[in-house]
């Protein structure tokens, strides 16, 4: 069975800081790692995966995600916020069923 | 290509009464799915399609139907609405027939409210 803990519900920064958003999973397959994004009143849109490639993913909008085995981890970063990624970010993990964790809500503050 | 569509956006049914949530996609996609999304729990899913004429069940199906007739549309139906079935509901869709590492495309939602 899959399961994902977000670690933290809600994260504030200030734009042009560094952003972390924290995602532990748990997966008895070799898992496929998702972060997607909501933006308010807004679908879910994909942010990147990884799917047993590279250990370092890159997406769109200027995040990454580094998936580590030994930490059952796959944190989001972004080097410098900007006032458009305020939104809430789902980590997702993948074996026969998508299990999604319960959401992380950014806000950046001027 | 309009991607993934959901009508309507907004909807208030009262206890007992039953409604059907469209969904239709223009990509061709053989895989597509109906989530509910409530605070604090994420995204659950309800019902899921592999192709035309196959559905089965999700993780909480209970008060709610599905057929998949053709591969554009998946409707879902509520047989008779509860308090409980308020939430925001997404339908998604994918290539593949499975989701295991398919790139889910979601609509925009449906916010429906039960008095």
């Known amino acids: 069975a899959q399961s994902v803990t977000q670690l933290d519900s809600h994260v504030s920064v200030s734009e042009g800081t560094p952003v972390l958003l924290r995602c532990n999973y748990s997966s008895s397959y070799s898992p496929s790692l998702f972060w997607y994004v909501q933006h308010p009143n807004k679908g879910l849109q994909l942010l990147l995966k990884y799917t047993s490639a590279a250990t370092l993913v890159k997406g769109i909008n200027g995040f990454e995600a580094e998936f580590k085995k030994s930490e059952t981890s796959f944190h989001l970063t972004k080097p410098s916020a900007h006032m458009s990624d305020a939104a809430e970010y789902f980590c997702v993990v993948s074996g026969q069923k998508l299990v999604f964790g319960t959401g992380t809500r950014l806000l950046v503050s001027p | 290509n309009a991607g993934v569509t959901q009508t309507p956006k907004f909807q208030v049914l009262k206890t007992g009464q039953s409604m059907t949530l469209q969904c239709a996609q223009d990509?061709?996609?053989?895989?597509m799915s109906w989530y509910r999304q409530d605070p604090g729990m994420g995204l659950r899913l309800i019902h899921y399609s592999v192709g035309a004429g196959i559905t089965d069940q999700g993780e909480v199906p209970n008060g709610y139907n599905v057929s998949r007739s053709t591969t554009e549309d998946f409707p879902l139906r509520l047989l008779s609405a509860a308090p409980s079935q308020t939430s925001v509901y997404f339908c998604?869709?994918?290539?593949?027939?499975?989701?295991?590492?398919?790139?889910?495309?979601f609509g925009p939602g449906t916010r429906l409210t039960v008095l």
């Open positions: 998604a869709s994918s290539y593949g027939a499975g989701e295991a590492t398919d790139t889910q495309y």
């Open positions: 990509m061709n996609h053989e895989y």
